[in-house]
């Protein structure tokens, strides 16, 4: 597993976080596109957001036939389905997930910044955990949802469970000289485990997926809670991870954009 405890590097500037401190989102696909239109402007803005029950999968799930009529069923039964615009696989949303959304304008390829934008925000993530006494680093974690190289986890090798999730999604800024670099912003997404049932989420996850015939399965026992790996957990803990995130977002810069 790679330590995330690193240096970020030469950077573009500071993150711009609202005064909200922690948004509400109804619909998780919705969250970033704010944020989309600021960093095309040449900002960079961050936002610590939470929705309510539910799943959100990508867009190739389209290829299964029950998909509309399982997201229905689960929608009645208190859990709406939600497609993105990005790859990778099935992630929950709900009570006790806190997600991270970075947002910024970058001049280099994606073949040259793709990885650095992966460790840059695995390394937000670490230096506000590692502040709350988690210790963690990055890796896959088999048997875990949306699993790849970048979770970000606890423990070791095959010991190792799954705290959060990362993703980026790329998009073309309009109308931009024909000459010249071209400029793109990058959304860089992470899915944090604070303190969600995490047997609950996994039985939505798993019966959907039961339900479309995907043969997929994800074990719970792969993922860990912030919750969980603190013995004094309470019920301040949602506030107190927030306020550990936004400092460490607040204390990164934005990575190299050029």
Same mark, same amino acid.
């Given at each position: 597993?790679?330590?995330?405890?690193?240096?970020? !590097?030469?950077?573009?500037?500071? @993150?711009?976080?609202?005064?909200?401190?922690?948004? @509400? #989102?109804?619909?998780?696909?919705?969250?970033?596109? !704010?944020?989309?239109?600021?960093?095309?402007?040449? %900002?960079?803005?961050?936002?610590?957001?939470?929705?309510?029950?539910?799943?959100?999968?990508?867009?190739?799930?389209?290829?299964?036939?029950?998909?509309?009529?399982?997201?229905? %069923? @689960?929608?009645?039964? =208190? #859990?709406?389905?939600?497609?993105?615009?990005? &790859?990778?696989? /099935?992630?929950?949303? !709900?009570? =006790?997930?806190?997600?991270?959304? /970075?947002?910024?304008?970058?001049?280099?390829?994606?073949? %040259?910044?793709?990885?650095?934008?992966? %460790?840059?925000? #695995?390394?937000?993530?670490?230096?506000?955990?590692?502040? +709350?006494?988690?210790?963690?680093?990055?890796?896959?974690?088999?048997?875990?949802? #949306?699993?790849?190289?970048?979770?970000?986890?606890?423990?070791?090798?095959?010991?190792?469970?799954?705290?959060?999730?990362?993703?980026?999604?790329?998009?073309?800024?309009?109308?931009?000289?024909?000459? &010249?670099?071209?400029?793109?912003?990058?959304?860089?997404?992470?899915?944090?485990?604070?303190?969600?049932? /995490?047997? +609950?989420?996994?039985?939505?996850?798993?019966?959907?997926?039961?339900?479309?015939?995907?043969?997929? @399965?994800?074990?719970?026992?792969?993922?860990?809670?912030?919750?969980? +790996?603190?013995?004094?957990?309470?019920?301040?803990?949602?506030?107190?991870?927030?306020?550990?995130?936004?400092?460490?977002?607040?204390?990164?810069?934005?990575? /190299?954009?050029?």
């Amino acid at each position: 597993m790679k330590n995330t405890d690193q240096s970020v !590097g030469e950077t573009g500037g500071r @993150f711009s976080l609202p005064p909200t401190r922690l948004t @509400f #989102c109804p619909d998780p696909t919705l969250a970033e596109d !704010g944020l989309y239109a600021r960093a095309a402007d040449g %900002e960079a803005v961050a936002l610590l957001w939470h929705s309510p029950q539910s799943l959100v999968v990508p867009g190739n799930y389209k290829h299964f036939a029950r998909l509309e009529t399982v997201s229905a %069923e @689960f929608a009645s039964a =208190g #859990c709406p389905v939600f497609l993105r615009r990005s &790859g990778g696989g /099935l992630v929950p949303q !709900g009570p =006790g997930i806190i997600n991270i959304s /970075l947002a910024y304008p970058m001049w280099r390829t994606l073949g %040259e910044a793709a990885g650095e934008v992966y %460790e840059h925000l #695995c390394a937000i993530l670490s230096d506000a955990l590692g502040d +709350m006494g988690v210790p963690t680093g990055w890796q896959a974690v088999e048997g875990s949802f #949306c699993d790849g190289r970048y979770n970000l986890a606890c423990g070791e090798g095959e010991g190792a469970r799954k705290i959060a999730g990362t993703a980026q999604y790329w998009r073309s800024v309009a109308n931009q000289p024909a000459d &010249g670099p071209r400029c793109h912003v990058v959304l860089a997404h992470a899915v944090l485990l604070v303190d969600v049932d /995490l047997t +609950m989420a996994h039985q939505y996850a798993n019966r959907f997926e039961a339900a479309l015939g995907s043969g997929r @399965f994800y074990q719970a026992a792969k993922t860990v809670s912030v919750a969980e +790996m603190l013995s004094d957990a309470d019920r301040h803990l949602r506030d107190e991870t927030v306020d550990a995130l936004a400092a460490a977002i607040g204390r990164a810069g934005v990575p /190299l954009q050029r």
